[in-house]
């Protein structure tokens, strides 16, 4: 059967809403758009052209999706293709089918990186008017006054303007823990060199809901259905959002 003629509910269940009663249920229940229109139950789509969404949050439902979670290592470049010929994020996880990375983590950045083909979700993850928040382990030179923190916290003037307010937290003399909302270039290294305590190690530890768990540096998994949706519902801007429960 082609992608053209697969119905509604049989889709959402695929990409992990739920059996295809309860995703009955939720287009029966009037929680689920099409290109914006509220869908009827028989429905069909083709999932590789249609926009859909459950409670307003974006749902990727092409058959060939595919996310995976990276724990980058440093000295590994952010890209598919270095024409310098230097170590890249896409050869350490599979080849096939071809993925990009999410965002950009700098070369001696470790942690966390999404490696996607679902264009969608790449960029609600990274544009700041969804405001995903991403969260980093820096180790600094120094230890941080608490005028230094506080200045972390409501806002450093950085080249390109003035940072958001960000959660900071010392966990050890040395050794911040940020989370920021903006992702603008190296943004938590010149925040901290701002402050006079430029990083010495960094480490995303998460990305919205997505934690590093036990992932080991330089190894990748596959995100489950329900960790996808996690991210979607993470990267859906209040205003996009409607009424009923989150869906599952
Ligand atoms: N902030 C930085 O300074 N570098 C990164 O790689 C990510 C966030």
Redesign the pocket.
Known sequence: MSAASERLQKALARAGLGSRRSCEELIEAGRVTVDGAVARLGRRIDADSVVVAVDGVVIGLAADLVHYLLNKPAGVV?TADDPQGRPIVTDLAPGEPRVFPVG???I??EGLLVLTNDGELAHRLTHPSFGVP?E?LAHVAGRPSRAAVRALRSGVDLDDGPTAPAKVAVVAPGLLRIE?HE?????????CEAVGHP?RR?V?TRIGPIGVGSLRPGRWRRLEPPEVRSLERAATAPGERTGGPPPR
């Open positions: 952010t950009r983590l700098d001696d950045t991403k980093y920021i992702g603008r270039n190296r943004q938590v290294r010149r925040m990083v960094l995303r």
